[in-house]
């Protein structure tokens, strides 16, 4: 070493600033497919509602929810998942199960389908509407006479028969407006009448 010289320092090595990739797509698509699960469950449960399968779309709701909940399980702790992410879902599950459900059948009686199985009482227009009933011992000669529903029969309404408006009962079934029905038994201050087609219906029973 010459005289004068100071000793030069090595060189430092520079920090490595490279970029982590971002990780947001990743944990997008490991929930992706669960959280889709899950919702297609929740659908077809709904469905069983509004379109009974007997109890095929149920089972499948069942799988598609058991499925969609285990899958979180499986998801990494360090992407959301893991065992709290699971009992999380989990308990979020069985609160909006009973939820979906009682939505699902509130509404089921105002559809078409469940118009036909639900029978409803009778509108208030309906029950103070002015009507000429038969006296109580007119009513043996009306048995097996063929009458027109005035209002629908849910199971209980209007007919008339012989010209007369008729309280009538159906045997527990939906009869609509306009049908034609069959006294089949009388009671005090009613008749039971069952609903039957036009081809047995004779000439000289048509109903006036």
Do not use: C
Request: glycine share 10%; charged share 15%.
């Amino acid at each position: 070493m010459s005289a004068g010289r100071l000793p030069t320092r090595p060189a430092e090595p520079k920090p490595n600033y490279t970029r982590l990739a971002d990780p947001g797509p990743i944990v997008a698509m490991d929930w992706l497919l669960p959280i889709a699960l899950i919702i297609l469950g929740f659908i077809l449960l709904t469905a069983e509602v509004f379109i009974p399968s007997g109890g095929v779309l149920f089972v499948l709701a069942l799988v598609s929810l058991i499925a969609g909940i285990t899958m979180v399980f499986f998801i990494p702790e360090s992407r959301g998942g893991g065992v709290t992410a699971g009992l999380v879902t989990v308990a979020i599950v069985f609160v909006l199960i009973p939820l979906v459900v009682g939505v699902a059948f509130y509404y089921w009686p105002k559809t078409p389908f469940g118009k036909r199985f639900i029978l409803t009482a009778p509108e208030p227009q309906e029950e103070t509407a002015p009507q000429a009933f038969p006296s109580r011992a007119d009513f043996s000669t009306l048995k097996g006479q063929i009458g027109r529903t005035v209002s629908p029969l849910r199971p209980s309404g209007i007919v008339l028969i012989q010209g007369r408006r008729v309280d009538a009962e159906t045997e527990g079934v939906y009869v609509e407006a306009g049908q034609y029905v069959r006294v089949v038994e009388t009671r005090p201050g009613y008749v039971i009448v069952r609903p039957v087609g036009p081809d047995e219906i004779q000439p000289h029973e048509e109903a006036t």
